[in-house]
């Protein structure tokens, strides 16, 4: 059986996705919040034989831009209105059997206690289809709505990430999978040999256990994160099974690609067993030239205002002060996502963009790569992708919604099933098993 392409689509609980054009779209619905939205995805992605959706999140509204909530309210930028993930993807897994559901979660506040319950109880209330995406946070208005003054350091903030996966790992494997016995007869619950305190004492966390829900359908949620910085891509090689990328150019991705797979061994880990996703937004047309006229028309409803309202989080930078025809290379590193604005400013090198010229490509998809064209050529390019190792799957980022999914489940995925690179059908009801990785998680680590 030849290799298959993996789908994922992308998904916040606001009504900016990716793109600040995306709630300003004629055809984006105009209704939120509104679960009937959300079902209607996931029976659309589920339908497309995708094998996730998931939801980033962010736990503050973005004050960054003029430290002021205002620019962002009346530009809707993305998260500024923002319900919780885990509550949507329940209401998704109702609607559908097979499409696994990724919710970000932070490790820098909260305790894994509290984390490790909900995600073993979402395992059992999707039966087996629910992934974490791993976040160390990025600003200090999530740090402020936590009672916080400031973001902790990056360096200190992944040292904090080890130490929570390893007090999760530990509860939920505190429940061995055969502990629960159920016989009514005897009167015997679960068998107490199976049921363990993990007795964890670390330097930030101490938790003495067991996990009060039994051992879930994949033994914990599969592991998502998107890490770029060198800290980043190593907690990837000791964590992650999924690992999402954003990078717009081909030379980026295929370095990537390759970068976190010798990672991955070097932690001896079996490449193969971690997914690499590139994002990707499409513009979908019976010709090239209507996909581009669609690709334009999104383009032009871009303020790059919001977009610097949005990159000001990411890179942690007042763009109010700055001028919006200055050079990019003045903004200076003050700690924010590496990985971010080391995309932005090889942009700009390559480019010679203004601040203005950045705010607009990150408003017209926080730096994503756009892809236009037919279904065929669409197609082309994620074959191309694949075949060319820049990644084992894909997260589609719609344009707007509904329909931006409709069209590629209706039009592109019938082309790939076609040339035999994606399912025809599920293998599984568990993502994991969907994704190609072991039934059960290893809980070891």
Same mark, same amino acid.
């Given at each position: 059986m030849s290799k298959k392409l993996h789908l994922a689509g992308y998904l916040n609980p606001s009504p900016t996705l990716h793109s600040d054009a995306s709630w300003k779209h004629p055809r984006a619905s105009q209704k939120y919040p509104d679960p009937k939205i959300?079902?209607? *995805?996931?029976? !659309?992605?589920?339908?497309? +034989?995708?094998? +996730? *959706?998931?939801f980033a999140d962010v736990l503050s509204a973005p004050l960054r831009y003029g430290d002021s909530i205002k620019p962002a309210v009346e530009k809707g930028v993305q998260f500024v209105a923002s319900l919780d993930p885990s509550y949507i993807a329940l209401t998704m897994a109702n609607v559908t059997r097979h499409l696994g559901l990724g919710v970000t979660r932070t490790t820098t506040y909260g305790h894994p206690f509290d984390l490790a319950r909900s995600f073993a109880t979402l395992d059992h209330l999707t039966e087996g289809r629910i992934a974490w995406n791993v976040v160390t946070s990025v600003s200090n208005s999530e740090a402020q709505n936590y009672g916080v003054e400031r973001?902790?350091?990056?360096?200190?903030?992944y040292e904090r990430a080890h130490e929570f996966l390893e007090a999760a790992f530990k509860l939920w494997s505190s429940w061995e999978p055969d502990a629960l016995i159920l016989d009514k007869e005897k009167g015997i619950f679960a068998d107490p040999e199976k049921v363990h305190p993990v007795n964890f004492n670390g330097k930030w966390f101490k938790t003495r256990g067991p996990l009060t829900v039994p051992h879930s359908p994949q033994g914990r949620p599969?592991?998502? $994160? @998107?890490?770029?910085?060198?800290?980043?891509?190593? +907690?990837?090689?000791?964590? @992650?099974? *999924? *690992?999402?990328? /954003?990078?717009?150019?081909?030379?980026g991705r295929r370095k990537h690609y390759k970068d976190v797979k010798s990672r991955l061994a070097a932690a001896g880990r079996d490449p193969e067993g971690t997914k690499i996703f590139p994002a990707f937004i499409p513009f979908i047309g019976e010709t090239e030239s209507i996909a581009r006229e669609k690709q334009a028309f999104h383009n032009s409803l871009v303020d790059p205002v919001a977009g610097l309202i949005g990159l000001a989080i990411q890179l942690d930078v007042d763009f109010s002060k700055y001028s919006l025809d200055e050079p990019f290379e003045n903004v200076p590193d003050a700690g924010g996502i590496q990985g971010m604005l080391n995309i932005a400013r090889k942009l700009s090198k390559k480019d010679n963009l203004t601040i203005g010229d950045v705010g607009r490509l990150y408003g017209e998809g926080t730096l994503l790569p756009q892809i236009a064209? !037919?279904?065929? $050529? /669409?197609?082309?390019?994620?074959?191309?992708?694949?075949?060319?190792? $820049?990644?084992?799957?894909? /997260? /589609?980022?719609?344009?707007?919604?509904?329909?931006?999914? $409709?069209?590629?489940?209706? +039009?592109?995925?019938?082309?790939?099933?076609h040339r035999g690179l994606l399912r025809t059908r599920y293998e599984s009801t568990t993502l994991r098993e969907n994704l190609g990785l072991s039934p059960k998680a290893d809980l070891s680590r």
């Amino acid at each position: 059986m030849s290799k298959k392409l993996h789908l994922a689509g992308y998904l916040n609980p606001s009504p900016t996705l990716h793109s600040d054009a995306s709630w300003k779209h004629p055809r984006a619905s105009q209704k939120y919040p509104d679960p009937k939205i959300y079902q209607d *995805v996931a029976r !659309t992605l589920e339908r497309g +034989f995708f094998d +996730f *959706v998931f939801f980033a999140d962010v736990l503050s509204a973005p004050l960054r831009y003029g430290d002021s909530i205002k620019p962002a309210v009346e530009k809707g930028v993305q998260f500024v209105a923002s319900l919780d993930p885990s509550y949507i993807a329940l209401t998704m897994a109702n609607v559908t059997r097979h499409l696994g559901l990724g919710v970000t979660r932070t490790t820098t506040y909260g305790h894994p206690f509290d984390l490790a319950r909900s995600f073993a109880t979402l395992d059992h209330l999707t039966e087996g289809r629910i992934a974490w995406n791993v976040v160390t946070s990025v600003s200090n208005s999530e740090a402020q709505n936590y009672g916080v003054e400031r973001l902790l350091d990056h360096s200190v903030r992944y040292e904090r990430a080890h130490e929570f996966l390893e007090a999760a790992f530990k509860l939920w494997s505190s429940w061995e999978p055969d502990a629960l016995i159920l016989d009514k007869e005897k009167g015997i619950f679960a068998d107490p040999e199976k049921v363990h305190p993990v007795n964890f004492n670390g330097k930030w966390f101490k938790t003495r256990g067991p996990l009060t829900v039994p051992h879930s359908p994949q033994g914990r949620p599969a592991i998502m $994160q @998107a890490g770029s910085s060198d800290r980043g891509r190593d +907690f990837a090689a000791k964590w @992650a099974e *999924v *690992v999402f990328l /954003i990078d717009p150019t081909e030379e980026g991705r295929r370095k990537h690609y390759k970068d976190v797979k010798s990672r991955l061994a070097a932690a001896g880990r079996d490449p193969e067993g971690t997914k690499i996703f590139p994002a990707f937004i499409p513009f979908i047309g019976e010709t090239e030239s209507i996909a581009r006229e669609k690709q334009a028309f999104h383009n032009s409803l871009v303020d790059p205002v919001a977009g610097l309202i949005g990159l000001a989080i990411q890179l942690d930078v007042d763009f109010s002060k700055y001028s919006l025809d200055e050079p990019f290379e003045n903004v200076p590193d003050a700690g924010g996502i590496q990985g971010m604005l080391n995309i932005a400013r090889k942009l700009s090198k390559k480019d010679n963009l203004t601040i203005g010229d950045v705010g607009r490509l990150y408003g017209e998809g926080t730096l994503l790569p756009q892809i236009a064209g !037919t279904p065929k $050529q /669409i197609a082309d390019h994620l074959e191309h992708y694949f075949k060319d190792e $820049q990644g084992d799957g894909f /997260i /589609i980022s719609p344009a707007y919604l509904p329909g931006s999914f $409709q069209e590629f489940t209706d +039009f592109v995925v019938p082309e790939l099933q076609h040339r035999g690179l994606l399912r025809t059908r599920y293998e599984s009801t568990t993502l994991r098993e969907n994704l190609g990785l072991s039934p059960k998680a290893d809980l070891s680590r």
